[in-house]
């Protein structure tokens, strides 16, 4: 089981905001990073720290924390934006490892 | 640029090992941790474990008895090694670079950038 929970699914219409949540004790002490994943890709890193973005990562992407969650919002959701979204930070032990949360199938109507 | 390129073998029968190799081409290659990802068909993403420049390794405590992550920076190469496979252990499994930062006030980061191509590894009889 992941210490990171994220729910499994989100839709959002487009043109709107979407936010995705992961959860975990280990987000007390961490930032989240995002990554996006389509079919047959690897993924690829749309947040990290507080709310940076790699270069070429549309600035429509942010990322916020509070107390145990975290979350990546969507404003303006466009088509290309449908994919799954994990977050990730290391885990709660305090030994260095790493963790995932499941994913959330993100939906563009 | 930054570029991971992975390769290895694609096909095993189960109780053999797995070995994959990642390379890095146009940086440096101290001060971050080489890490292996996998991602079981359908499923989401598995962290494997990670290594540095100097050869400090963690591993997930669910593989720790299998794997075995190594590091050749005449090379700026890193390997994986995951012995015993089983059906289970078929995955597309991705090299990355993991970065941190360590804040003495706030929180801290941990990001995977770049991933490699990544390379499913198929176990079967």
């Known amino acids: 089981s992941s210490e990171l929970t994220q729910d499994p699914a989100v839709s959002v219409a487009l043109g709107q905001t979407v936010r995705i949540t992961c959860q975990g004790d280990s987000l007390r002490s961490y930032y989240a990073s995002w990554y996006q994943q389509k079919p047959g890709q690897a993924p690829v890193l749309v947040i990290y720290?507080?709310?940076n973005r790699p270069s070429g990562i549309p600035d429509r992407f942010s990322g916020s924390s509070s107390g145990n969650t975290a979350s990546l919002t969507i404003t303006g959701a466009q088509a290309e934006d449908e994919a799954d979204y994990y977050c990730?930070?290391?885990?709660?032990?305090?030994?260095?490892?790493?963790?995932f949360g499941g994913g959330t199938k993100l939906t563009v109507l | 640029q930054v570029q991971l390129q992975q390769w290895g073998a694609g096909l095993l029968k189960p109780s053999e090992t797995l070995s994959l190799t990642c390379a890095v081409y146009g940086g440096s290659f101290s001060g971050y941790y080489w890490s292996w990802i996998r991602q079981p068909p359908g499923k989401g993403l598995e962290w494997i474990g990670e290594?540095?420049?100097?050869?400090?390794?963690n591993y997930n405590p669910s593989l720790k008895s299998r794997v075995t992550i190594s590091v050749d920076t005449s090379k700026n190469q890193f390997s994986l090694k995951l012995s015993s496979v089983t059906a289970a252990d078929t995955a597309v499994y991705y090299c990355?670079?993991?970065?941190?930062?360590?804040?003495?006030?706030?929180?801290?980061?941990?990001?995977?950038?770049?991933w490699g191509q990544g390379t499913l590894v198929t176990v079967s009889s």
């Open positions: 290594i540095n420049h100097s050869g400090s390794t």
């Open positions: 990355a670079r993991a970065e941190e930062y360590s804040s003495s006030h706030g929180r801290h980061a941990y990001w995977f950038d770049p």
């Open positions: 990730n930070s290391r885990d709660s032990s305090g030994n260095h490892l790493g963790v």
């Open positions: 720290g507080k709310n």
